[in-house]
């Protein structure tokens, strides 16, 4: 019997997705927040954690949400390689795109509790381009801020900058990405997944 933990930030989405796994005869599924995961996880000591890569959260969360020995599988919508490669430095040992009919998710997890990896072919292309990605560890801590909608002033005192520095940051991320202004980098940024 494969233990699977599926977190997601919708209620509704989890519990489904909890449901249909707990349908199978090798599968036992229960389903968490981002933030009740930890303490579900250590009562029930999950072999597979199923999270939602494109959750905004996600980006500090996904680091082990199943505690150790919970091996990481990520469901990720196509287009967004931002979020892939934040799955990637999780150590995550699947992925398989929103969009892919359930028995896959149950092929994925499968094969992830055997310790083996899986990659959803719809995702190739953004495998590809998530290592393309023009900015640096820096550049996205300076736009992410800047997303949540924190001044340059603000964005100098949390990653302790000067001003300038971080308006240089800001010009980078522009040219890099195409965009107009900040407002058009956040928004290309979060398209792609990045932030």
Not at 36 to 64: L, W
Request: glycine share 8%; proline share 5%.
């Amino acid at each position: 019997m494969i233990r699977v933990l599926v977190v997601h930030e919708t209620r509704l989405v989890r519990s489904g997705l909890a449901a249909l796994l707990r349908g199978e005869e090798d599968i036992d599924a229960i389903a968490a927040c981002w933030t009740s995961a930890p303490g579900k996880a250590a009562s029930f000591r999950p072999q597979v954690c199923v999270v939602d890569g494109d959750y905004a959260g996600s980006v500090q969360a996904m680091d082990h949400p199943g505690g150790p020995g919970c091996e990481l599988l990520v469901l990720a919508s196509a287009c967004r390689p931002g979020t892939l490669r934040r799955a990637v430095a999780a150590k995550a040992r699947g992925f398989v795109d929103k969009d892919a009919p359930p028995a896959r998710l149950r092929h994925a997890i499968n094969l992830v509790a055997e310790g083996q990896r899986y990659v959803d072919h719809t995702l190739t292309l953004d495998f590809l381009q998530a290592a393309d990605m023009p900015l640096t560890a820096r550049e996205l801590s300076v736009l992410s801020l800047a997303a949540g909608g924190a001044s340059v002033p603000e964005i100098a005192r949390e990653l302790h900058l000067s001003s300038g520095t971080v308006r240089n940051y800001m010009a980078a991320i522009n040219r890099k990405t195409g965009a107009r202004n900040r407002v058009d980098a956040i928004r290309i940024s979060q398209g792609a997944g990045w932030v």
